[in-house]
């Protein structure tokens, strides 16, 4: 049967109906594949930030730990230098000030000559004391005097000299010099110390 105009016309209006819904479909399948993709873009986006971000707080975490271990260990070495040098001057200055002392000096020299000479009673003992020139001249008349004395009663001579060039004194028996100044005795003071302190005294020694 021949179509009708109204029936034409209802066939003209489903078509674009049917047209115009196709494309609305695809314009709505288009625009969400690209607010899919736009979001994809978004959070691998977002996830680049992140883990730079995370990447960059590791990187600083770590800087900051080995400014702090390189820092606690620099802090631990000056103290320990502090304290190496603070012993040092301690003993330095405390051999010093009992090595210029003349009465110690006199107490130390005449016991000397007591032990060496009752050590070989058999045959004289001559003990050759040296000091610094200005000691020498202060202990001149005790050494002519009580010195000498306790040395003929132990079989033993003396004689002082004065060349020394520090505080203290050496002596010779034998053919053999003892040094006794302020560097032996803190030589010897460090050694009764343990091994770390004593490295911490030769550097702090050293530095002087």
């Not at 034409?8 to 494309?23: D, P, S, T």
């Not at 625009?31 to 979001?39: C, G, M, N, P, R």
């Not at 020139?133 to 004395?149: F, I, N, P, R, Y």
């Not at 060349?163 to 005795?185: H, I, K, N, P, Q």
Request: hydrophobic share 45%; charged share 25%; aromatic share 4%.
């Amino acid at each position: 049967m021949p179509d009708t105009i109204e029936s034409f016309v209802a066939k003209l209006q489903a078509e674009g109906v049917q047209a115009g819904r196709h494309e609305a479909d695809k314009i709505r399948n288009e625009a969400q594949q690209q607010a899919d993709e736009t979001l994809r873009q978004a959070k691998a986006q977002a996830d680049k930030i992140v883990a730079d971000a995370q990447a960059s707080a590791q990187s600083l975490l770590s800087r900051a730990r080995t400014e702090l271990d390189l820092a606690a260990r620099d802090a631990l070495f000056r103290l320990r230098e502090a304290i190496g040098q603070a012993v040092q001057a301690i003993l330095t200055e405390g051999a010093k000030r009992q090595l210029s002392d003349t009465k110690f000096l006199c107490q130390v020299m005449r016991e000397l000559v007591l032990l060496y000479g009752q050590a070989d009673a058999e045959r004289k003992t001559t003990i050759r004391f040296n000091v610094p020139a200005e000691v020498q001249d202060q202990l001149a008349s005790w050494v002519m005097g009580e010195l000498h004395k306790a040395a003929h009663e132990a079989n033993a001579t003396v004689d002082l000299h004065g060349t020394l060039a520090s505080a203290g004194f050496e002596y010779r028996v034998d053919g053999a010099t003892v040094e006794v100044t302020v560097d032996s005795v803190v030589q010897t003071l460090k050694g009764l110390v343990g091994p770390e302190l004593q490295s911490v005294l030769d550097r702090a020694a050293a530095s002087k």
